[in-house]
């Protein structure tokens, strides 16, 4: 129970719902035991006048006429506060779910690219969602059932005790014996369940990569081979079902037969008493009652403490992720204005997971206004460096400095805010255009988004559209090309507006004319903004201010296009490559 104490503090929150819950439980429990009770009156009664017919028979009706008014009101009041108590303590733990979601999201967000590299999606959406529905189980139904058994057990083991205490005695044997049976087949239904649910993860997983795939599948002729491994998969994951389905078909007969026995002692022991003329014959039918009352009670103890255990398991995981403190910290409440000077001092940056030093002693200075390209071969570190500006990872030596200020001394939001990052691959959410580019400023404008995506060159794609900028885009973007995701992709960087601009390699899918216009209407949109271009090719980084070539996490040029056109090096070398490939096309 150690770690689901991390729920007390909503215990708490909802302290006043959860209150009125547990004492409607209590008085609903009362009014239901109260009617087994009548029942056994009216057998009395009945019993007393047939034995004593010359007892009236007017006074007989009446009484039974007011046992069953009683019974009948009994149950619609029991009834009524079945349902508010259900309404109170269910409502809590829908709220407790909500509230536990949140915080796991906003934990999420928290968290720094390096967790969602050690961490598997899946196993970060379960957590969200499966193990929250367990501990659900656990805030509500476990909580309300267990009020219910120990309400039911003390009342009506204490009016039984009073009654027949003998007969009592022998009518709850089998109770603790059905408790642990059911405990036992709980937790083996949810051991099988659990491989049941793998089992439809994976070939959801399968049916879903080869629907992703279909045409590699069909292009390679390979659909045989797939049918035959969906076969397998399908054909285990029946099996487990199956298996599931034998232990649940085993739950409701063990019930019935405990069940029976305990009725069975009834009716022997009882029987053999009302001979003696210890007990009433209305006694006997009150027993049966209270037993089938008792039995469901009874089970349920199995079954909340095999919820209890989930529960526990499924928060000892929720708070693994809870407790991990966010590698990326925000240091400074204080909003900070970002003017845009960057400068990297003797920079080193190695990749945890990876242990790839991917920045070696890099120093750079870019003034606010300014526009730096960066080229360099694949893997050489370009895209760190934006990481870097970002935040997205902190370095380990050196000193990275916004406006002469270390950035990790800035507000991280003001820092983000004041950031339009469009990266190596563009990533689009399946919504309409227009939500895609708004993603940048939430509050743009048809005017604003229209006139970003003028400038990356992508309105008249999109116009075409019948849709237009309300067409809606499927998985990352999947109805639009390469290039067209990409100019999106800007357009949504432009829309921001920001202070700090930020280019990784996101016009490689564009065509070179395209690329010139792209790159003409950003000179005007990026004017007194700091600009970094990361780049394969030569025209997209011609026109900057500064270009620094990088190799294997270091800078081997730095200079204007003009200064290394005319040194020896990588950047001379791409030229010529790139000029030539133009003139033979
Ligand atoms: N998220 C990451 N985790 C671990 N290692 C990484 C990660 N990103 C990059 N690396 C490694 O760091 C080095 C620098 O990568 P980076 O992406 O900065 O290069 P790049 O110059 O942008 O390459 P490209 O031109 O192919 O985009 C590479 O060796 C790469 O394998």
């Given at each position: 129970m150690?770690e689901l104490q991390h729920?007390?503090?909503y215990?708490?929150?909802?302290k006043?719902?959860?209150?009125i819950?547990i004492?409607?439980?209590?008085?609903?429990m009362?009014?239901?035991?109260?009617?087994?009770k009548?029942?056994?009156?009216?057998?009395?009664?009945?019993?007393?006048?047939l034995?004593?017919?010359e007892?009236s028979?007017?006074?007989?009706?009446?009484?039974?006429?007011?046992?069953?008014?009683?019974i009948?009101?009994?149950?619609i009041i029991?009834?009524?506060l079945t349902?508010?108590m259900?309404?109170y303590i269910?409502?809590?733990?829908?709220y407790?779910?909500f509230d536990?979601?949140?915080?796991i999201?906003?934990q999420?967000?928290?968290l720094s690219?390096?967790?969602?590299?050690?961490?598997?999606?899946g196993?970060?959406?379960?957590?969200i969602?499966e193990?929250?529905?367990q501990v659900?189980?656990?805030?509500?139904?476990a909580i309300?059932?267990?009020?219910?058994?120990?309400?039911?057990?003390?009342v009506?083991?204490a009016?039984?005790?009073?009654?027949?205490?003998t007969?009592t005695?022998?009518?709850?044997?089998?109770?603790?014996?059905?408790?642990?049976?059911?405990y036992?087949?709980?937790?083996?239904?949810?051991?099988?369940s659990?491989?049941?649910?793998?089992?439809?993860?994976k070939?959801?997983?399968?049916t879903?990569?080869a629907f992703?795939?279909?045409?590699v599948?069909?292009?390679?002729?390979?659909?045989p081979q797939t049918?035959?491994?969906?076969?397998?998969l399908?054909y285990?994951?029946?099996?487990?079902?199956?298996?599931?389905?034998?232990i649940?078909?085993f739950?409701?007969?063990?019930?019935?037969l405990?069940?029976?026995i305990?009725?069975?002692?009834?009716?022997?022991?009882?029987?053999?008493q009302y001979i003696?003329?210890?007990?009433?014959?209305?006694?006997?039918?009150?027993f049966?009652?209270?037993?089938?009352?008792?039995t469901?009670?009874?089970?349920t103890?199995?079954?909340?403490?095999?919820?209890?255990?989930?529960?526990?398991?499924?928060?000892?995981?929720?708070?693994e992720f809870?407790?991990?403190?966010?590698?990326?910290?925000?240091?400074?409440i204080?909003?900070?204005?970002?003017k845009?000077?960057?400068?990297?001092?003797?920079?080193?940056?190695?990749?945890?997971?990876t242990?790839i030093?991917?920045?070696?002693?890099?120093?750079?200075k870019?003034?606010s206004g300014?526009?730096?390209?960066?080229?360099?071969k694949?893997?050489?570190g370009?895209?760190?460096?934006?990481?870097?500006i970002?935040?997205?990872?902190?370095?380990n030596?050196?000193q990275l400095?916004?406006?002469?200020?270390?950035?990790?001394?800035?507000?991280l939001?003001?820092?983000?805010?004041a950031i339009g990052y469009?990266?190596?691959?563009?990533?689009?959410?399946s919504?309409?255009?227009?939500n895609?580019?708004k993603?940048?400023?939430?509050?743009?404008?048809?005017?604003?988004?229209?006139?970003?995506?003028?400038?990356?060159q992508?309105?008249?794609?999109?116009?075409k559209f019948?849709n237009g900028?309300?067409t809606?885009?499927g998985?990352?973007?999947?109805?639009?090309?390469?290039?067209q995701?990409?100019?999106?992709?800007i357009a949504?960087?432009?829309?921001?507006?920001?202070?700090?601009?930020?280019?990784?390699?996101?016009l490689?899918a564009v065509?070179t004319?395209?690329?010139?216009?792209?790159?003409n209407?950003?000179?005007?949109?990026?004017?007194?903004k700091?600009?970094?271009i990361?780049?394969?090719?030569?025209?997209?980084a011609?026109?900057?201010?500064h270009?620094?070539?990088?190799?294997?996490?270091?800078?081997v040029?730095?200079?204007?296009?003009?200064?290394l056109?005319?040194i020896?090096?990588?950047y001379?070398?791409?030229?010529?490559?790139?000029m030539?490939?133009?003139y033979?096309?």
């Open positions: 150690k729920l007390n503090k215990f708490l929150k909802y006043k719902q959860l209150i819950g004492l409607i439980t209590i008085i609903s009362l009014f239901k035991i109260y009617v087994p009548l029942i056994g009156s009216i057998i009395d009664i009945v019993n007393n006048q034995q004593n017919p007892n028979i007017s006074d007989f009706k009446q009484e039974l006429l007011n046992n069953i008014l009683l009948i009101g009994t149950a029991a009834g009524i349902f508010f259900r309404q269910i409502n809590v733990s829908r407790i779910e536990l979601k949140n915080e999201y906003q999420y967000q928290k690219l390096n967790f969602y590299k050690k961490n598997r999606t196993d970060l959406m379960n957590r969602s193990d929250v529905t659900r189980m656990y805030a509500g139904p309300m059932y267990s009020i219910n058994t120990i309400t039911l057990f003390i009506a083991l009016f039984m005790f009073k009654q027949a205490p007969l005695l022998y009518t709850i044997i089998p109770l603790p014996i059905l408790s642990v049976l059911i036992l087949i709980s937790k083996e239904i949810h051991k099988r659990t491989i049941v649910q793998e089992y439809l993860s070939l959801s997983t399968f879903q990569e992703s795939g279909i045409s599948i069909k292009a390679y002729g390979i659909e049918q035959a491994d969906f076969t397998t399908a285990t994951s029946k099996e487990k079902q199956l298996s599931l389905v034998r649940q078909a739950f409701f007969p063990m019930m019935i405990l069940i029976g305990s009725n069975i002692l009834v009716i022997y022991i009882g029987g053999m003696n003329g210890e007990i009433s014959l209305g006694n006997i039918m009150e049966i009652i209270y037993v089938n009352m008792l469901w009670p009874v089970a103890v199995g079954w909340v403490t095999s919820i209890i255990q989930r529960a526990e398991a499924s928060q000892k995981r929720i708070n809870l407790k991990i403190e966010p590698e990326i910290k925000n240091n400074t204080e909003p900070s204005i970002i845009g000077n960057i400068e990297f001092k003797n920079v080193y940056f190695t990749y945890d997971d242990n030093k991917a920045l070696k002693g890099l120093s750079f870019l003034n300014e526009t730096l390209a960066i080229v360099g694949t893997g050489s370009k895209s760190t460096i934006l990481d870097l970002g935040r997205l990872y902190d370095i030596k050196g400095l916004i406006d002469n200020k270390e950035i990790d001394q800035l507000n939001t003001s820092l983000r805010d469009v990266p190596q691959d563009a990533f689009l959410f919504d309409t255009i227009n895609n580019i993603f940048g400023k939430e509050n743009a404008t048809d005017e604003e988004v229209i006139a970003a995506a003028k400038n990356a992508v309105h008249k794609n999109i116009s019948t900028y309300q809606v885009l998985e990352r973007g999947i109805t639009l090309s390469g290039g995701k990409q100019r999106v992709s949504r960087a432009i829309v921001k507006n920001p202070q700090i601009l930020l280019f990784d390699d996101c490689s065509d004319e395209t690329e010139e216009k792209i790159l209407n950003l000179k005007k949109v990026s004017a007194g700091t600009t970094i990361v780049s394969h090719r030569i025209s997209s011609k026109n900057a201010d270009i620094i070539v990088l190799d294997d996490g270091k800078i040029q730095k200079g204007t296009h003009n200064q056109i005319n020896d090096g990588y001379k070398e791409l030229y010529i490559k790139q030539s490939e133009n033979t096309n």
